[in-house]
């Protein structure tokens, strides 16, 4: 509950600003977000290009170099902002290290958010992005959070289009048609005072990477060492290997800042997932409380399909947004929105199903799967897509997740089937932005 | 509770290394914090010197230059590490930029850790650290929480006091008795590959750096303009306001790392600490849960005296480190060590006090106040060193800290001098590390 004060506290800086002297407003600057009115505002149109005279060659798709993620394309865009002028015109240019100094405020205090979104080369030889309003949106939504400056989320779209434009028709040539590069916009406070302090200099980048199709790697059951690793039992379920996180490790918390694309976010995970993958599971799924709330697994969104039990129905459920403390995926808002535009009914023989937004437990999951209830399981997100999830290592035991074909659940493979058909254009969708090339 | 299964996942991965084959070492590599047989340690012995060949000139002491908090001595050092071969040989080197790929890991997923700590130029004209032994062995605590490689502390200690001898001459000259420069040892995943995983290369340097002295300038009263946006009322007291934290901002949990010196505990804050300032206060302070449990002041320590009701002594509280959601203090430690081991039974007109770790609410504060038993309050920290606090507001309500002669309470300035003394070489302590100079 927020008391009358504490409402007051999060009025926008610009509607006080106006009541205060010059010195007033100069005190304040640092407090705000951007688009104060004398500071130039961030703006596509001034974008310079410096073009490289050194370009790379493109690796193998899915190949070693591709597998290392550490390949970005020719060209990268980068925009200053600076608090006593605002943003400076963006650059194209070359591709190459950051000059930063070590003071540096990303370097200290983590002021850092960013995006990650797939530029898709399609069937019908188009570049397309998917949803890419929803992506500059959210930055700018974690950038408020993480004491960055604010933007247009348009111009931002502007520049990444931009960047997919340049480098679009080498990089993803059109040989390689359901092949992508991973876009990664990011977002650093650059301010060289050391002082705990919203940053008074900042640095927007966007790059364009060669990654693998993790999708597909991951759904490969573990090499046999790695199996073994896993309570030595052999691999018999194909999917995504979960293991439950534990109850001393907790990712996010109400009133803190899961729901943001924040660095803050990813690091602290790290030490459990690689425990988790020196024991042979691919992800960590993450509880909370000692209710045992199931949130996130790893970087992605967790779903689940299961039969309720009074009614008998089938339920599409993912953890709701409304604690704040898992991220608004793109992935998990397409799923919601097209399996409440076209499972609602049912189809082709495929039983329709209610798509419910709602907490549940590692209990409830156990309930249901021991009750013949539990259907499906899936994580989604950009970088790992749709992945079935085969088993749900929790507190000693296994849950294997029933898989009615093959690698994957029925639902799994529609609603992959359905993204992939907008995101490479073999349907035509408000959701698939093309991209002109260069 | 853990399992017995959870406890399994803390094994250190050398204990379990020697059961796998090589592959199976290969792929615990990056699971594992370093040290690894095999891999070099971090050693300071093998540090290489380079030194500047364009030497600064050095900034008044608290003149706007250290007040900026973006001015470093002549040099840093940096040691380097790889997952392939561990830790390379440190390097003493011109202060500068560091040339960091946009893909760096520390700029998506706050791979980064720090300590901070001061060198004092003594009253005896001698050079000195504090406690240097326990800023590194918390940096290594830190290292491990985030997913850093490991290292001997005692190596990072060399590393410190090899840069403060060298620049130390120049950048905090004999005439500067009472002063100090601030250091700032840092750690950061530079590995280039953009994967969500434990960094195979990172990077650990020191810095030296020039700083105001926080202490004084906040304790001043704020300037007129803050104190009308502080409620419209008059500033009466002296020493630091806070304001307490929102009920939807919380800084850190259970199973969180609000206990070790991660970027990702302080960017988060920026936003909640900017409005603080903005609306007259000069800190936020920290409280958790329902029940308003008193955590943290800023980025500091908080302490309270207190008679305790029933049997009328005084207590000196703060908040214990049992939840793991507070920062294991160097001066918080020192406070406690100091208070209790020359204030148990009151000395020279100053009537002794308990000390008490222990959980506290606003509410026992505020009953604390009516009741006439709250006696003072501050903030202890390495930055702000140990600040007064003057003033609490929170929700809605100034709570005033009585404090009994002018700037700070009895306790408050006592115990400042001790450590003063300490630091500045007018007691000898083992606390107080003597630097030779170069």
Avoid at 74 to 103: C, F, N, Q
Avoid at 371 to 390: D, K, L, N, P, Q
Avoid at 428 to 433: A, C, L, N, R
């Amino acid at each position: 509950m927020l008391t009358p004060e504490s409402s007051g506290a999060t009025t926008p800086v610009t509607t006080t600003a106006s009541k205060l002297t010059k010195a007033g407003i100069e005190h304040m600057l640092p407090n705000s977000n951007g688009n104060i009115p004398g500071l130039a505002a961030l703006d596509a149109s001034k974008m310079t290009t410096t073009l490289t005279t050194t370009p790379r060659s493109v690796p193998e798709w899915n190949g070693a170099e591709a597998r290392a993620q550490k390949t970005c394309t020719d060209h990268m865009v980068t925009a200053r902002w600076t608090a006593e002028e605002g943003w400076e015109a963006p650059e194209m240019k070359p591709y190459g290290p950051l000059s930063i100094l070590p003071t540096a405020s990303v370097l200290h205090y983590a002021t850092e958010c960013f995006e990650g979104l797939k530029l898709y080369r399609g069937y019908d030889g188009q570049l397309r992005l998917f949803r890419i309003n929803r992506n500059c949106a959210r930055m700018r939504t974690s950038a408020e959070r993480i004491a960055l400056p604010d933007f247009e989320p348009k111009e931002l779209e502007k520049l990444i289009i931009a960047l997919c434009a340049r480098d679009g028709r080498k990089w993803l040539p059109k040989e390689r048609a359901g092949c992508f590069l991973y876009c990664r916009p990011t977002f650093i406070g650059t301010d060289a005072a050391l002082g705990v302090q919203r940053p008074r200099e900042a640095l927007l980048y966007v790059i364009l990477s060669c990654f693998p199709d993790m999708s597909k790697s991951l759904a490969t059951p573990a090499p046999p060492a790695m199996t073994g690793a896993a309570n030595g039992k052999p691999n018999t379920s194909s999917g995504l290997r979960l293991i439950a996180s534990r109850e001393d490790t907790i990712r996010a918390w109400p009133g803190g800042f899961g729901y943001a694309k924040l660095g803050a976010n990813y690091g602290p995970t790290l030490v459990a997932q690689g425990e988790a993958k020196a024991r042979g599971f691919d992800q960590v799924l993450w509880l909370y409380e000692k209710e045992n709330w199931v949130t996130e697994a790893g970087a992605s969104n967790f779903f689940v399909v299961i039969r309720e039990k009074t009614s008998g129905k089938l339920q599409l459920i993912t953890a709701p947004l409304t604690e704040r403390i898992i991220l608004e995926g793109v992935t998990r808002a397409s799923v919601l929105e097209l399996c409440k535009e076209r499972l609602a009914e049912g189809r082709e023989g495929v039983e329709g199903l209610e798509v419910v937004e709602k907490r549940f437990t590692m209990d409830d999951l156990v309930a249901a799967h021991e009750e013949g209830r539990f259907v499906e399981a899936f994580a989604a997100g950009t970088a790992f897509f749709i992945a079935s999830v085969g088993l749900i290592h929790f507190r000693g035991k296994d849950l294997v997740v029933p898989t009615m074909e093959g690698e994957s659940g029925i639902y799994t493979r529609v609603i992959k089937e359905w993204l992939v058909d907008i995101m490479y254009g073999r349907e035509e969708h408000e959701w698939g932005v093309v991209v002109g090339e260069e």
